[in-house]
């Protein structure tokens, strides 16, 4: 009989789980369309988990439903956490990725850096004046790592919705796609200090951890990425009828480089992000539409199941789970840091978008309507909460259970605040929106006037032109035209697609339309096609003249649908 119960509380429990999921999807499918703006969708789910949580902790027999609606740690971080963060990656667009790289990376790096810091000695100072629960400094400064994690989901839910600035967009999600994994490392550096003593040589090993993490777990990624394309380049998957075995092939890839990471002791969210990020730039070309589209669409539904899923569990968390209520200084202190100073990124965001702009041409540099933007949209979510839950094991005393409590109100607050708030933002920052961005496989690129070359502000110096030719012959662009593109992203089936084009004079139709009949210009606009990576790195020529590709002016949208008359004949004349 005890069996039998046993069966019948987690058949229960499941169906009460899958239930409220369903009810957070259709809810958050009701708000969209009722284009209800106010309250996201990651905001309805995280409420409609705190009822649930209240309801079952007062139901007569509830403790027996808690071990399966609760939160578990390892199911979040093995089944729910790997498909989010591969999305991410994978659906990344490139050329706006890329083309802001410099800025995501700083953002990422050094305002976690500068964030984690700055949270961490605020809570120690507080605590040593008794205004809050004092802690060790190690132990506020792994709280300041954890709380530094972003996760602008609502945020970005209603960028795309309303189709905000393509550039912003890719900085916000940028950002907050590397702030993860740079958080995590970054927590496991300090939680290794927590219990030893800090000195001159601790911290060279700190650094040294955190550099060999990242980097062990970054090259893990890219070499199972790598090793990806070489596997679908090599193994004769051209046939159109192979796309399912396609995209269940591809699909294990991310998950070995998560658990291959995750063995090693390194950083697995790291690896199947960069994992993701490779395989859409090199494996992707060697996939069939049909087997792109459903590996994509696969994901995708993964994603936001699990992502909604998390939500629902934070809300279930906030009365399932052992809190520290006693400890409501150190909350209420932690709250009141996120509201002057959203959890100090004022301390990041304008000092280093400040220096990134002093390296960027006048019309490239991020605006102030831009900064305070990206202020607004760190929001805490998934990843702050998890690393928040796993405190408890890691910490000792019961440091765990009070930065859990914090954590969880922190991200209510700014989830259902905050994100609620992000059409006013955007309105009263006067951006402007284009209506909504469609999730599809190819780059999309912005619309406007068509210049197919630019001439910067000012001319370059002799000393300029050098330095610049010698940085685009040893930079990653290089590399990457030049060895790894074809070896690993150059396709069996581009092959015969260019050869057909040279032995035909009337060739298949490309995807992009032909500004010329002459087979040498289809040739041309084939190869840019299949080979992308010109899109994302325009050349400069001896007069310091920066060129966009043509096949990235013939790509572009204009009002109309046509190109302008200079683009045009520009076009014509290449041809």
């Avoid at 309801?55 to 089944?79: A, D, M, Q, T």
């Avoid at 092939?249 to 690896?271: R, T």
């Avoid at 259902?416 to 933002?425: E, K, N, P, V, Y």
Wanted: aromatic fraction near 12%.
């Amino acid at each position: 009989m005890a069996p039998k119960g046993a069966s019948y509380v987690a058949s229960v429990s499941l169906l009460v789980q899958l239930v409220m999921l369903a009810i957070a999807l259709l809810v958050g499918h009701g708000l969209r369309r009722k284009k209800i703006v106010i309250i996201p969708e990651a905001g309805a789910a995280l409420a409609f988990g705190v009822i649930v949580g209240l309801v079952v902790k007062f139901l007569r027999h509830g403790s027996e439903f808690r071990e399966w609606i609760n939160f578990n740690n390892n199911f979040f971080f093995y089944f729910l956490l790997p498909p989010i963060i591969f999305e991410s990656g994978w659906s990344l667009k490139a050329k706006t990725f890329f083309g802001n790289f410099g800025a995501i990376c700083t953002f990422a790096f050094a305002g976690t850096l500068i964030s984690t810091l700055v949270v961490g000695c605020f809570m120690y100072f507080v605590g040593l004046l008794h205004a809050a629960h004092a802690m060790p400094i190690m132990v506020c400064l792994t709280f300041g790592a954890l709380i530094s994690a972003t996760d602008p989901v609502s945020v970005l839910a209603v960028f795309q919705e309303l189709g905000v600035d393509r550039t912003l967009y890719a900085q916000v999600f940028g950002e907050s796609v590397l702030n993860d994994a740079v958080a995590i490392v970054l927590y496991r550096t300090l939680l290794s200090f927590v219990t030893t003593k800090v000195d001159g040589r601790g911290i060279w090993f700190a650094i040294s951890f955190f550099l060999a993490n990242f980097i062990g777990s970054f090259s893990i990624g890219v070499i199972l990425g790598l090793l990806s394309a070489l596997v679908f380049k090599h193994c004769g998957f051209e046939d159109d009828g192979l796309a399912l075995l396609q995209s269940c092939l591809l699909s294990l890839f991310p998950y070995m480089a998560y658990m291959l990471a995750d063995a090693f002791e390194l950083s697995g969210i790291v690896s199947i992000l960069f994992a993701g990020m490779t395989m859409r730039y090199y494996t992707a070309p060697h996939l069939n539409e049909k087997a792109l589209a459903t590996t994509s669409s696969f994901f995708s539904i993964l994603a936001k199941l699990s992502e909604t899923f998390v939500f629902i569990y934070m809300g279930v968390a906030v009365f399932l789970e052992k809190q520290s209520w006693r400890s409501y200084s150190f909350t209420l202190y932690a709250i009141c840091l996120l509201i002057v100073t959203f959890s100090c990124r004022v301390f990041n965001i304008y000092p280093l978008a400040y220096i990134v702009n002093a390296f960027r041409q006048k019309q490239n540099r991020i605006p102030m309507n831009h900064q305070h933007a990206l202020w607004f949209s760190g929001l805490r979510g998934a990843m702050a909460f998890a690393l928040a839950l796993q405190s408890i094991t890691d910490l000792p005393e019961d440091y765990g259970r009070v930065i859990l409590t914090s954590t969880l109100l922190t991200i209510a607050f700014t989830v259902l605040f905050i994100g609620g708030a992000t059409s006013h933002m955007l309105s009263w920052l006067k951006i402007e929106c284009s209506g909504p961005i469609e999730h599809n496989d190819q780059d999309p690129q912005d619309g406007g006037e068509i210049m197919l070359t630019q001439t910067p502000d000012k001319p370059q110096s002799n000393l300029k032109k050098k330095f610049q030719q010698l940085k685009d012959k040893a930079s990653f662009a290089s590399l990457d035209k030049n060895f790894l593109t074809p070896i690993f992203a150059t396709p069996s089936r581009s092959h015969l697609r260019l050869a057909e084009l040279d032995q035909n004079s009337t060739p298949p139709q490309a995807h992009r339309p032909s500004t010329s009949s002459a087979d040498g210009t289809e040739r041309r606009a084939m190869e840019n096609e299949l080979f992308p990576v010109d899109e994302l790195f325009p050349t400069t020529d001896d007069t310091g003249s920066v060129t966009v590709p043509l096949a990235t002016a013939l790509s572009l949208p204009v009002e109309g649908g046509h190109l302008s008359r200079r683009a045009s004949a520009n076009s014509q004349q290449g041809g």
